[in-house]
């Protein structure tokens, strides 16, 4: 348990003008102390005894050590939460996805001179981060995949996959839980669209990433893709996504980049629009997150039909949006990212499935 007071701060990085932009920028939170920086592993360590910081921003390259390196030996030792600091190179954004897998809560992109508003927008971004990590809790251990725990298909339950649309929400710590629901999934789920609040550049990773693990097809999403049964669609970093189109023939479609909730891909915009146009046919989920984006987009969804799961407080890495959306009356159920492909096939089984029969 952190102990009351500012959030302490140790900022690992081997550039003297990145660790001084973002201790510039934290340094103006009042609820935020930067205790120290390092320009590498060893320092750090020695500042780690001395004032035992709250939450570490790590660097992934650095000379001597790297951060993946110095990440594993941390968890190991002394399991503080970490906020990888990473460049948007494919290199540095799989690296930053390894991190998260070795225990990193998050991942913020790293800042440039982009004058006044970019450090503004950075500070906030990244003071949101730290409160986050400060607070997040370990993840329980991980469950086997194995074939008893993948859930029959679709169709084999007598659905039909192509009559529904399922949107997922997460933020912190949703990188791994995203990851725990679609590798549980069976072929012929229905179409799923995702928004993981991510930097930009980011994106085209995890959309990787998670195809290596799922029975679907995953993709960071384009503009005028046409969702079909057995393909996901993550939403790219920086851009407001939304569905757009009529049943039978839905596709994505991108907006502007203005944040909603502060962020851009925001949950609330996709799942306003899944409300709106898939109504009863839809199924949302929210996951693990700091704040309360989703929260209404899935009390929206709720009001019109849908299914609504959200991720339960024990598997949470930051019970905060999935507990605000529990809190308005948005949730009907509750579980693990594992159990989210059975809750999503018992839940429609009971509600539709003599009526899909006849539709098969």
Known sequence: MRSSGPIKVLIVDDSPLIRSMLSRVLSAESDIEVVGGAKNPFEARELIINYRPDVIILDIEMPRMDGLTFLNKLMQHYPVPVIMCSGVAPSSSHNALKAIELGAVDVVCKP???????????????????????????????????????????????????????????????????????????????????????????????????????????????????????????????????????????RIAYGNDEPVNRHCPSVCVLFDSVARLVGKRAIGILLTGMGADGAKGLLNMRQNGAITIAQDQRSCVVYGMPKVAFEIGAVQRQCAPTEVSKAVLQTLKARDGVRATAHV
Do not use: W
């Open 112 to 250: 440039n001179t982009g004058g006044n508003q970019a450090l503004r927008r950075l500070g906030e971004d990244l003071a949101e981060k730290v409160r986050a990590a400060a607070i997040s809790m370990p993840p329980p251990p991980p469950i086997p995949v194995c074939a008893k725990n993948t859930p029959t298909s679709f169709r084999a339950a007598g659905l039909d996959p192509s009559r529904y649309v399922v949107a997922i929400g997460a933020s912190t710590g949703g990188t791994e839980a995203i990851k725990k629901t679609l590798e549980r999934v069976p072929p012929d789920f229905p179409p799923v669209v995702i928004v993981q609040h991510m930097p930009e550049g980011f994106t085209k990773s995890f959309a990787e990433r998670l195809n290596q693990f799922s029975a679907l097809t995953v993709t960071e999403a384009a503009h005028g893709d046409t969702l079909e049964v057995g393909k996901a669609f993550l939403a790219r970093g920086g851009l407001q996504m939304r569905i757009e189109g009529t049943p039978g023939r839905f």
